[in-house]
């Protein structure tokens, strides 16, 4: 089946620090990739949507300045926190699709804690 | 986005049956209903997704009302490993363009 990686998995670092997360699919051409934002004991948030060599689409109420979203390829996208606070603390998760008429797929998320 | 509506919580034994409710009588004509999984400290995975008839794959069946007004989820025969949060979901394409997630039922499966 179709996979989706997430790396790091979990990242603690300074607040104040810029942190990358990287989102490949591993055996398919992902023409949309969308990353999310689960709080504890709560649902996940869509934040984004990147396609593939254009400009990613934020939610409202997401920074867009704060969430830099890059789509450089149909198999990678990266979401770089930047100047990451404690409050920016959560589970953070990409997925991808195939086709516009196929599920979703989803990375396994990065725990991100700031101190 | 249509709401859904699910319980907050579920508990069946092992290796019974299981049907997971969802409301959704705010559907409209295209929307697909869509299921997903989320275990503990994971990712979501795709369970299933319908739009007028049943459907069944290597994971579960989805009832869907003649209405479309409500469907079900139903896993045949359940297993520790489908403890999980169950998020029934709407959305205007087939392909789960911007899901919006729900809080979902949380499904606790006894040994």
């Known amino acids: 089946g179709a996979v989706v990686s997430q790396h790091p998995s979990w990242v603690i670092c300074k607040s104040g620090t810029s942190v990358k997360i990287e989102c490949r699919s591993l055996?398919?051409?992902?023409?949309?990739m969308f990353w999310y934002r689960q709080f504890p004991k709560q649902s996940l948030m869509l934040m984004a949507t990147s396609n593939e060599g254009s400009k990613a689409t934020y939610e409202q109420g997401v920074e867009k300045d704060k969430f830099l979203i890059n789509h450089a390829s149909l198999t990678l996208s990266t979401l770089t926190v930047t100047s990451a606070h404690p409050e920016d603390s959560s589970f953070y998760i990409c997925?991808?699709?195939?086709?516009?008429?196929?599920?979703?797929?989803f990375g396994d998320g990065t725990r991100l804690s700031i101190l | 986005d249509a709401k859904t509506t699910q319980p907050n919580s579920m508990e069946s034994n092992e290796e019974e049956p299981v049907h997971l409710p969802c409301n959704h009588s705010t559907i409209s004509g295209t929307d697909y209903i869509h299921w997903y999984r989320q275990l503990p400290s994971q990712g979501p995975e795709y369970v299933i997704h319908?739009?007028?008839s049943n459907v069944n794959n290597r994971m579960a069946s989805l009832a869907i009302a003649e209405d479309r007004k409500s469907s079900t989820l139903i896993l045949h025969r359940a297993t520790l490993r489908d403890a999980a949060v169950y998020y029934c979901?709407?959305?205007?394409?087939?392909?789960?363009?911007?899901?919006?997630f729900g809080k979902g039922t949380k499904l606790t499966v006894n040994p």
């Open positions: 997925s991808a699709i195939m086709y516009s008429n196929q599920p979703q797929h």
């Open positions: 055996d398919f051409q992902a023409t949309t």
């Open positions: 979901i709407l959305s205007d394409q087939g392909g789960s363009e911007k899901l919006v």
């Open positions: 319908g739009l007028t």
